[in-house]
């Protein structure tokens, strides 16, 4: 039974720091693309980073790039997402998720028919 469990989510102001990380079981951890999505209020759910099985590709949204960092520890079935210089706009649902890697681990390739989700941790910034 595949399970993804977000933790590290909080309140902090704006230009503060918060790591997310996720705690992946029940699969072949090492085979997937793991990405990071999130949902605010009213908006639809997007894509902020992915990270292929080895780490060797990483893809980031505009909006985080030069500020959010992914990584993975695939010894420890484990997900990461240090952030830092956080914005109001930050303010959202994050989700760690799965998908079997194919060749490709972009955002549009995650969904959820195809892959496994995380129940979310919330992130909240204040200015």
């Known amino acids: 039974q595949v399970q993804l469990v977000e933790s590290g989510g909080g309140s902090v102001q704006a230009g503060g720091s918060l790591r997310l990380s996720c705690a992946a079981s029940g699969y072949t951890y090492s085979n997937y693309c793991m990405g990071w999505f999130r949902q605010a209020p009213g908006k639809e759910r997007e894509g902020v980073a992915s990270i292929s099985p080895a780490s060797g590709t990483t893809a980031y949204a505009a909006s985080v790039k030069g500020r959010f960092t992914i990584s993975r520890d695939n010894a420890k079935n484990a997900l990461y997402l240090q952030m830092n210089n956080l914005k109001t706009e930050d303010t959202a649902m994050y989700y760690c998720?799965?998908?079997?890697?194919?060749?490709?681990?972009?955002?549009?390739?995650?969904?959820?028919?195809?892959?496994?989700w995380g129940q979310g941790t919330q992130v909240t910034i204040s200015s």
């Open positions: 998720a799965a998908r079997l890697y194919g060749g490709s681990c972009r955002f549009s390739f995650f969904s959820d028919s195809s892959g496994h």
